[in-house]
């Protein structure tokens, strides 16, 4: 039995409670990453619970050098308690949040949650879509949208994508010569789909109508697509696909994937090696790709075999 998780689950309140339990995660994240080449991040004042997140995605501003990140805060993997944040940091490793909380918090209650954050600046403003799982009624997602001119101020989010449960995951957004693009994961019966949608308005007024799937290449037999992060490179796209055994993330492990701007197709090149020891890995989840000058990075999102979720960052130089 997972007595922390049990523990901070029932009791997690009481401000006793959140200290013992987040001093015990933090130390159990610096051994995790200690040795390695991965800087574990660290989350600074209120809002991520015991500094376990997941969902990572960023923006760098290269006139400030201040990087934004979305996660979802996930404390042992709780889902009741899984919000989107935004954050911002000066040196990469430690974030603080702009609003002291979620854009939007649920609240904790049901099986409902927040997730898949992914955020996108235009040239002229900022936009961060995230899912809201809907589990306690009817069962759907639904894509929510969230902007804001400086980065500092958002607006409350709201609802431009209602789909099917499992219909909308993931989602990637890309913005290139006035179009908004957004690459999605959906669900089926015998496992998943990658799934991209043009759009002339970054609220995809339009999506069910300009919805296509794509195709996958070297796809390792017995797994399915479960999360994506898509970065461009001029023409060039770099993916990182999270693939499962299995639908809810099962096995997870983390891919490196390449494509063209208007192509259909994905071709698998390698699985990245999360380069933490395999006594402490359970899944390697949705992560980010970011680019700073001339440098890529990795921000790495793993889950541990007691159900830790935390976010470390390296160089990425498997990108050519």
């Given at each position: 039995?997972?007595?922390?998780?049990?523990?901070?689950?029932?009791?997690g309140?009481?401000p006793?409670?959140?200290?013992?339990?987040?001093?015990?995660?933090?130390?159990?994240?610096?051994?995790?990453?200690?040795?390695?080449?991965?800087?574990?991040?660290?989350?600074?004042?209120?809002?991520?619970?015991?500094?376990?997140?997941?969902?990572?995605?960023?923006?760098?501003?290269?006139?400030?050098?201040?990087?934004?990140?979305?996660?979802?805060?996930?404390?042992?993997g709780?889902?009741?308690?899984?919000?989107?944040f935004?954050?911002?940091?000066?040196?990469?490793?430690?974030?603080?949040?702009?609003?002291?909380?979620?854009?939007?918090?649920?609240?904790?209650?049901?099986?409902?949650?927040?997730?898949?954050?992914?955020?996108?600046?235009?040239?002229k403003?900022?936009?961060?879509?995230?899912?809201?799982?809907?589990?306690?009624?009817e069962?759907?997602?639904?894509?929510?949208?969230?902007?804001?001119?400086?980065?500092?101020?958002?607006s409350?989010?709201?609802?431009?994508?209602?789909?099917?449960?499992?219909?909308?995951?993931s989602?990637?957004?890309?913005?290139?010569?006035?179009?908004?693009i957004?690459?999605?994961?959906?669900?089926?019966?015998?496992?998943s789909k990658?799934?991209?949608?043009?759009?002339?308005?970054?609220?995809?007024q339009?999506?069910?109508?300009?919805?296509?799937?794509?195709?996958?290449?070297?796809l390792?037999?017995?797994?399915?697509l479960?999360?994506?992060?898509?970065?461009?490179?001029?023409?060039?796209?770099?993916?990182?696909f999270?693939?499962?055994t299995?639908?809810?993330?099962?096995?997870?492990?983390?891919?490196?994937?390449?494509?063209?701007?208007?192509?259909?197709?994905?071709?698998?090149?390698?699985?990245?090696?999360?380069?933490?020891?395999?006594?402490?890995?359970?899944?390697?989840?949705?992560?980010?790709?970011?680019?700073?000058?001339?440098?890529?990075?990795?921000?790495?999102?793993?889950?541990?075999?007691?159900?830790?979720?935390?976010?470390?960052?390296?160089?990425?130089?498997?990108?050519c």
């Amino acid at each position: 039995m997972n007595y922390a998780k049990a523990i901070y689950s029932r009791w997690g309140e009481n401000p006793v409670v959140q200290w013992s339990i987040r001093k015990i995660s933090n130390i159990q994240r610096e051994l995790i990453f200690a040795g390695t080449s991965l800087e574990p991040v660290h989350f600074m004042g209120k809002g991520i619970a015991l500094g376990q997140a997941t969902h990572p995605d960023l923006l760098w501003d290269n006139k400030t050098g201040r990087l934004l990140m979305t996660v979802s805060n996930y404390p042992y993997g709780i889902e009741r308690l899984e919000d989107s944040f935004i954050l911002s940091s000066q040196d990469g490793i430690h974030f603080s949040n702009i609003l002291n909380g979620a854009v939007q918090a649920y609240g904790g209650h049901g099986d409902s949650h927040f997730s898949d954050g992914e955020m996108l600046f235009d040239g002229k403003s900022y936009s961060l879509y995230y899912r809201f799982c809907e589990r306690d009624h009817e069962k759907k997602d639904i894509i929510f949208l969230s902007t804001s001119l400086d980065g500092n101020k958002w607006s409350s989010g709201k609802e431009i994508i209602v789909a099917n449960r499992d219909g909308v995951l993931s989602p990637a957004l890309l913005f290139e010569n006035g179009r908004y693009i957004m690459y999605y994961v959906a669900l089926t019966e015998s496992g998943s789909k990658l799934c991209r949608c043009d759009s002339a308005s970054n609220d995809f007024q339009d999506f069910f109508d300009h919805r296509r799937e794509l195709k996958i290449e070297n796809l390792p037999e017995g797994n399915m697509l479960w999360h994506l992060n898509v970065a461009a490179d001029d023409e060039k796209l770099h993916g990182l696909f999270t693939l499962s055994t299995g639908h809810g993330g099962a096995g997870a492990r983390l891919y490196y994937a390449e494509s063209q701007m208007d192509s259909d197709t994905w071709i698998i090149k390698q699985e990245i090696d999360p380069l933490v020891k395999d006594t402490y890995i359970k899944k390697v989840y949705r992560s980010a790709l970011i680019k700073i000058e001339n440098t890529w990075y990795l921000y790495q999102a793993i889950c541990t075999k007691n159900d830790c979720w935390y976010i470390a960052r390296r160089k990425f130089s498997e990108i050519c």
